[in-house]
């Protein structure tokens, strides 16, 4: 009868705080505050940012320019998400810094398949007008 902890909604603080490190992450990307080898950041976009309800853990959706090697833009995030989280720290005056774990965001992916379906959709039935 409860909800699940999956489906629970987020509370105004997990949202507004997600949201204070979402604009901090773009940020630091665009002036490439992180100082990550091997990767120009100035081309990463932070989508969303999804706290845990303790706000000790962020999901961080993130899409490179383009996107193009979605996988190992993550990768090296991941591997470097210290450099980022001390970046981040000189920017944040929260009782706790967020432990970032960077994941590739589909979503546009996702939205452009359904488009097309649709568009596809919208084809079939001109078709079948025509012929009726």
Same mark, same amino acid.
Request: net charge positive; charged share 35%.
């Given at each position: 009868m409860g909800n699940q902890?999956?489906?629970?909604?987020?509370?105004?603080?997990q949202l507004r705080v997600g949201?204070?490190?979402?604009?901090?992450?773009?940020?630091?990307?665009i002036r490439n505050e992180a100082k990550i080898p091997s990767m120009n950041s100035k081309?990463?976009?932070?989508t969303e940012v999804r706290m845990t309800p303790?706000?000790?853990?962020?999901?961080?959706?993130?899409?490179?320019?383009?996107?193009?090697?979605t996988k190992g833009t993550v990768k090296i995030l991941t591997e470097y998400s210290h450099l980022v989280r001390k970046a981040l720290s000189k920017r944040l005056d929260i009782k706790f810094l967020p !432990?970032? /774990?960077?994941?590739? $965001?589909?979503?546009?992916?996702?939205?452009?398949?359904?488009?097309?379906?649709? !568009?596809? /959709?919208?084809?079939? $039935?001109?078709e079948k007008k025509r012929y009726n």
């Open positions: 902890p999956s489906q629970r909604p987020f509370s105004q603080r949201e204070l490190v979402k604009q901090n992450l773009g940020e630091l990307f081309l990463i976009t932070v303790d706000l000790k853990t962020a999901r961080v959706y993130i899409i490179p320019l383009g996107g193009t090697d !432990k970032l /774990i960077f994941v590739e $965001d589909n979503s546009f992916e996702y939205a452009e398949k359904i488009e097309k379906i649709i !568009k596809k /959709i919208k084809e079939n $039935d001109k």
